[in-house]
């Protein structure tokens, strides 16, 4: 962790980066499925598809901010600054897996795109 940062907002700015990653997946799903013309044959399979989708990446991140900072959430200054690792290390995970699925699904999503 830098210096730079106080301590006092480490946990804030992890948690915002943790739920930001996930809703740029999330985004960048609906995106893709906006773009499937409504009418076409698989519009609406593709929209229920990133509906789902989006339902299960919020799912988990409910999960991984329960999981990851229940025991950061009344910690006290000295158990922060020695779980730092861990305030860099949840949201990378909890938003390397949401936009991992994103990604996959992107790609289904892709080849039906007339």
């Known amino acids: 962790m830098s210096s730079l940062i106080p301590l006092s907002l480490w946990l804030p700015l992890s948690i915002a980066a943790c739920a930001l990653l996930v809703l740029a997946a999330v985004g960048w799903l609906w995106r893709g499925a906006l773009r499937i013309p409504a009418a ?26 329960f999981k990851g900072y229940a025991a950061l959430w009344q910690a006290n200054a000295l158990r ?10 949840t949201p990378l995970i ?14 289904l999503m892709a080849m039906h795109n007339p």
């Open 40 to 65: 076409s044959r698989d519009g609406r399979n593709m929209r229920v598809m990133a509906a789902l989708a989006s339902l299960g990446l919020l799912l988990w991140l409910g999960y991984g901010l």
């Open 80 to 89: 922060l600054l020695a779980q730092g690792p861990l305030l860099l290390q």
């Open 94 to 107: 909890v938003g390397g897996l949401a936009w991992a699925c994103t990604l996959l699904l992107g790609r």
